[in-house]
């Protein structure tokens, strides 16, 4: 929540504030390049004449030899010295429309009075006033028919992203109608009515510039819902409930003032203030919107994270964002556009792309997501940032490419290396963000599908094969197409650049081929892998065997698959070193084993004795799902010095409890053995001789003497 908040006050008041010192920029600026349409004609005339275009030519041509000779302009300035002359020419023209702005003034009001004379003396204020409380009236004429919409917003679910994105669309679009409510009964009500042209013009703009006001005031109402703290209400901006309520307010009253600026700019032009004047008056109204920003800067709610990280830290965030502010209406006064648009884009674009990476991710989260406590957003909301993401980023290049005079599409011999490089670092950024939106819509289908395949299916059945493949072969695929994105990428980034990218490829195809022999090796592994894969010799979760290395097959790389040790250990084992493969866990596989039972046993009694042995495991439902064949004896293998060798044998699906049944299966015939009296047979040694009695003598004098020998001897 704190960081978001920050991303509020960052985004909401670069995108908004300065924006809006933008557009009054261009509002004063445009005035300046006002032409008379007869001129222009005039002038596109000229240059449809076949001898003008000659001269025109020549004229080009020969000022390839000499230096041209251009006056320094607001955007064009080429030294220290050409700036400090259009700043003082600024400044000189500013102090005279200063000077005369007060007749001009006098001369306005006069325009406006003989208007308003004939319209009977009405003052545009107070029809402004009045049709404003028209439209009041027909917005609350909405207001109380629209109740019962208002209860289903209120009363509406927000658990799933289909309810959210209906909560939100059903709240855009009374808000469309609460402000067209509004509009239709102030200016299509004034617009019924004949008034003079001036008068019409000045009351319209004006009630213009209000609805605007309005329908800002309802997008922040929508998106921030400041009027809805503490309740169930869905909040699209995650935001705290003091933050949404402060912005709400602060963007309201920006774009409110925005409006108000820039009909009066326009009514200006149509009174007959000079152009100076008027951009007097821009300068004046920018200043009160620097004043909204650097208010909301040092006022802007605080969390406890920030206010932990100490006073001076947040204090020079503060100052940073004032002199921010301050530089850019400074480079607006002075007429340094480009610079003005480069560092109004620099920080209001990174500022968007934190907000709306929150609001989607916001809006469109998965419950699933939530419940597992995962941060991973769903594939719709990936594919929604991450272009809306390269639509803001690919915008700003275009925008600054024509706020730069930088023809994108175009390239000719004149352009001197700078601008080439400008351009080509342009074409290159929008390239990079097309692929990256791409490659970002690649991979979140392909982890998904992994994600989706988690879950196993019974053992050998068709759906366990397919999802042991799709765990396979999507990773690999995801490599390769990560490759071949970046060298796509690459190519066209300096394609665009400039740079000839045919004999760049003519040299990676020499250096690959030298790679190739001095890394014969890496080479082997990748294409024995490729060959692997395209053989399905195994999959992710199978286990394996080959020579000295066996395990499950945990993961692969290009040249590489991970083998885990039933101990634990895990093997790094490359492709070329695999030769033939033993795969453990395809279709079937038989468990066998040998037992030794005493020659005087009864063997077809062991054999149905082992018959109930293997019904009693394949009732058992921990192993009933894996067993095909119940356990059976196969018959005598040989018969030895201690007894009648036994083998034994079932058949079972692939899994990794066959050492777990086999250790059940020997506890349960012991344990039948013993109640039915078969033995089980152990080594032993039997030793005779020719008379009992004489070996009952030998034994007698022995132990007879080693009793001599313990008794001890009396003392002399």
């Not at 024995?528 to 992710?540: I, K, N, P, Q, T």
């Not at 063997?603 to 064949?629: H, W, Y």
Request: hydrophobic share 55%; with cysteine.
């Amino acid at each position: 929540m704190a960081v978001l908040s920050k991303i509020i006050s960052i985004g909401t008041l670069v995108t908004a504030v300065a924006l809006a010192i933008a557009i009054f920029a261009g509002a004063a600026a445009a005035q300046e390049a006002k032409a008379q349409p007869e001129n222009v004609q005039h002038f596109i005339g000229l240059l449809a004449d076949p001898d003008v275009q000659a001269w025109l030519l020549q004229q080009r041509q020969a000022a390839r030899t000499e230096p041209e000779q251009a006056q320094p302009t607001a955007g064009n300035a080429t030294s220290f010295a050409d700036f400090t002359l259009q700043f003082r020419s600024r400044i000189a023209a500013l102090l005279t429309a200063a000077h005369a702005f007060p007749s001009e003034t006098m001369r306005g009001a006069a325009v406006v009075n003989r208007d308003v004379q004939a319209n009977g003396g009405t003052r545009p204020v107070f029809l402004v006033a009045a049709f404003v409380a028209a439209g009041l009236a027909a917005q609350w004429l909405f207001w109380r028919a629209s109740a019962g919409w208002r209860a289903r917003m209120a009363s509406a679910s927000f658990a799933t992203v289909r309810e959210r994105l209906i909560a939100v669309a059903a709240r855009l679009l009374w808000g469309a109608g609460y402000v067209l409510s509004f509009g239709l009964g102030s200016i299509a009500f004034f617009l019924l009515f004949q008034w003079p042209p001036l008068i019409r013009e000045i009351v319209v703009a004006y009630l213009f510039a209000i609805v605007v006001f309005r329908l800002a005031s309802a997008l922040f109402e929508v998106f921030l819902a400041p009027s809805r703290p503490h309740d169930n209400q869905f909040r699209p901006v995650p935001v705290s409930d003091e933050a949404a309520w402060f912005w709400a307010r602060r963007l309201g009253y920006a774009v409110g003032w925005y409006a108000f600026g820039w009909v009066t700019i326009r009514l200006l032009d149509a009174i007959g203030f000079s152009d100076g004047a008027r951009q007097l008056v821009a300068y004046c109204l920018g200043l009160v919107l620097l004043g909204i920003g650097i208010e909301a800067v040092w006022r802007a709610p605080r969390d406890v994270s920030s206010a932990e990280a100490g006073r001076i830290g947040l204090r020079v965030r503060r100052a940073l964002w004032t002199g921010y502010f301050i530089g850019i209406w400074l480079l607006w006064v002075v007429g340094a556009m480009k610079l003005f648009w480069i560092a109004l884009v620099c920080a209001a674009l990174p500022a968007a792309i934190m907000l709306t990476k929150a609001t989607v991710d916001n809006i469109l989260r998965s419950p699933v997501a939530e419940e597992d406590g995962q941060g991973k957003g769903t594939i719709v909301s990936v594919i929604v940032e991450r272009g809306i993401r390269a639509a803001l980023i690919v915008g700003a290049i275009v925008f600054l490419a024509d706020v730069l005079e930088v023809r994108l599409t175009q390239m000719t011999m004149q352009d001197s290396p700078a601008l080439r490089l400008v351009r080509g670092l342009l074409s290159a950024g929008i390239i990079l963000m097309v692929v990256d939106l791409a490659w970002n819509i690649v991979k979140v289908l392909i982890d998904r599908t992994i994600g989706d395949n988690q879950v196993a299916f019974e053992i050998g059945s068709e759906q366990e094969r397919r999802r042991a493949r799709i765990r396979t072969l999507l990773p690999i695929l995801r490599n390769l197409l990560m490759i071949l994105f970046v060298a796509i990428a690459v190519m066209m980034a300096l394609s665009s650049l400039g740079i000839e990218i045919g004999p760049l490829i003519a040299g990676a195809g020499v250096v690959g081929v030298a790679i190739g022999f001095g890394a014969q090796t890496v080479v082997k592994d990748i294409i024995s892998g490729m060959f692997y894969l395209l053989d399905d010799a195994f999959r992710v979760g199978e286990y394996i065997q080959s020579g000295s290395y066996k395990g499950t097959v945990e993961a692969f790389s290009l040249r590489s698959v991970k083998l885990r040790h039933h101990r634990g250990p895990i093997y790094i084992v490359p492709f070329s070193e695999l030769g033939a493969v033993q795969n453990m866990s395809r279709d079937w596989s038989v468990v066998k084993f040998f037992l030794s039972v005493a020659h005087d046993s009864d063997v077809p009694q062991v054999k149905s004795i082992t018959k109930a042995v293997g019904k009693a495991m394949r009732e058992d439902p921990e192993f009933n799902p894996l067993i095909i064949e119940n356990l059976k004896m196969k018959g005598v293998e040989e018969i030895n010095d201690y007894g009648i060798k036994l083998s034994f044998g079932m058949t079972m699906k692939p899994t990794h409890l066959q050492s777990a049944i086999r250790r059940r299966a020997y506890a349960m015939l012991r344990e039948a053995f013993n109640k039915n009296g078969i033995k089980i047979a152990v080594p032993t040694v039997q030793v005779s001789g020719g008379k009992d009695d004489d070996v009952a003598a030998a034994a007698q004098k022995t132990l007879a003497a080693q009793k001599a020998a313990a008794v001890p001897t009396p003392a002399a």
